[in-house]
């Protein structure tokens, strides 16, 4: 997931990810994430976030979770959601 800051900041910029069972639910389909923090350095405007998948061999219907951003200091949020979707 790419978490975009736009315009870039002078200073820094602190934001919560967390992610939330939809249909896929952790551990058995994704490992979660709980309270990391993603710091962006004055001029930075893009970070990468990584949910990891559990592979299995079990045939599933396609899933999803949420990924959430959250307690921004130094920026607003504008989009706080994104989606994952495990095929």
Do not use: M
Not at 70 to 84: F, L, P, Q, R, V
């Amino acid at each position: 997931f790419t978490i975009t800051l736009s315009p870039a900041s002078t200073g820094n910029v602190l934001v919560q990810v967390d992610t939330k069972d939809v249909s896929a639910i952790a551990p058995g389909d994704y490992e979660s994430i709980t309270g990391q923090v993603v710091s962006f350095n004055a001029g930075e405007t893009t970070k990468t976030v990584t949910v990891k998948v559990v592979a299995d061999k079990l045939a599933e219907p396609v899933e999803t979770f949420e990924v959430n951003l959250s307690k921004a200091d130094g920026a607003n949020i504008g989009d706080g959601t994104g989606i994952g979707t495990i095929l």
